[in-house]
């Protein structure tokens, strides 16, 4: 048994550089789906970013052992990251925002909490939401170079990132001398307790912008368009158990409120008194905190249907809202 592992191990090498390019493009897709999903629950996100796991890495995971076995015996069950994808965010809320989204929208089949693990040990460090996901039947169907691959999807935000990424270029550029590992040990713990008490503070910074944030008093240039800014500042009070969006998506819906004649937050906020904010909530079903922007998107969707729909600005999501739509003139739930 012993002597047939080199070949087996060359065998699952050889049929991972023939299928490597097949990765590759299934990388470029999750990256384009997870990105989609959070663009359209308007989820604030820094960066989505994937990495296709190299030839000579999974040929090296392929042999490493554990008390003289193999480590990963079935590879083709046992190595699940050859498809990367990373999310960033800014505060811990919206880490957990993302899981909740991906628990929706794909299939879950594994969930470590990394910080929760570490904590639970009694120490800081390394700290990262891993899932192992797959595609849910619907779209198993229909995306190509997804279908019957799994993505290892890390989420975290950047503080986290960044603790993690020096961490691994530290330890990764060489060995630290065993008289030195226990400085550099301490001087990594204390490093990630400052960064998680940042990180407590960044989302009592956000909490309490949201609270206290106006909108500037004079316009910025003679722009038709409600500003990025305003409209912010007007979401958060209109929607308050919403989340921040991304920045560039305020200046998107504001494209689509110049398209609909809706130039100034007075006439925004008219139109919203009109909506059913509850109802629409019931309808949509909504499984993950969607943010500000989609809470608004959703609302202009009610009202203006198949108008909405047709906007020059929603023409690379036509379907997605058609979809959407059709929950909305559903009977009510």
């Known amino acids: 048994m012993v002597s047939s592992e080199p070949a087996r191990i060359r065998r699952a090498a050889a049929r991972y550089a023939a299928d490597h390019e097949a990765y590759v493009a299934a990388t470029d897709a999750y990256v384009a789906l997870v990105t989609q999903l959070l663009d359209d629950a308007g989820i604030n996100y820094l960066d989505v970013s994937g990495r296709t796991k190299t030839v000579e890495s999974y040929a090296g995971k392929l042999s490493r052992r554990v008390d003289g076995r193999l480590a990963y015996p079935d590879p083709d069950r046992d190595i699940t990251d050859q498809i990367g994808v990373r999310v960033i965010t800014y505060v811990l809320a919206d880490v957990r925002a993302v899981v909740e989204l991906l628990a929706d929208q794909l299939v879950i089949l594994e969930d470590r909490d990394m910080g929760r693990e570490t904590a639970a040990q ?10 192992l ?9 229909t995306k190509g170079p997804m279908r019957g691959r ?3 999807v890390q989420i975290r935000t950047v503080l986290q990132h960044a603790w993690a990424e020096f961490e691994h270029d530290i ?15 301490r001087r990594f713990t204390l490093a990630a307790g400052l960064l998680e008490l940042a990180d407590q503070q960044f989302t009592a910074i956000r909490d309490r912008h949201r609270e206290e944030v106006a909108p500037p008093v004079d316009p910025a240039d003679d722009d038709p368009r409600i500003g990025s800014q305003e409209l912010s500042a007007f979401l958060a ?8 969006s991304r920045t560039d998506h305020y200046a998107w819906v504001s494209g689509l409120l110049l398209e609909l004649g809706i130039t100034s937050l007075a006439e925004l906020r008219d139109l919203l008194r009109t909506v059913d904010t509850a109802d629409i909530e019931a309808r949509m079903g909504y499984r993950y905190p969607p943010g500000a922007v989609r ?4 609302a202009l969707l009610s009202v203006f249907r198949d108008r909405y729909v047709a906007l020059h600005g929603n023409a690379h999501r036509t ?15």
């Open 122 to 131: 009694g120490r800081w460090g390394y700290s990262s939401r891993h899932l």
């Open 133 to 141: 996901v797959g595609l849910d039947p619907a779209r198993h169907q």
């Open 150 to 152: 799994k993505a290892s």
């Open 171 to 185: 330890r990764y550029k060489g060995s630290v001398p065993e008289t030195h590992a226990p400085d550099f040990d």
């Open 237 to 244: 009070g209109q929607f308050a158990d919403a989340g921040w």
């Open 295 to 298: 809470r608004l998107d959703d």
């Open 319 to 333: 379907a997605l809202l058609e979809a959407r739509l059709e929950k909305l003139s559903a009977a009510t739930p």
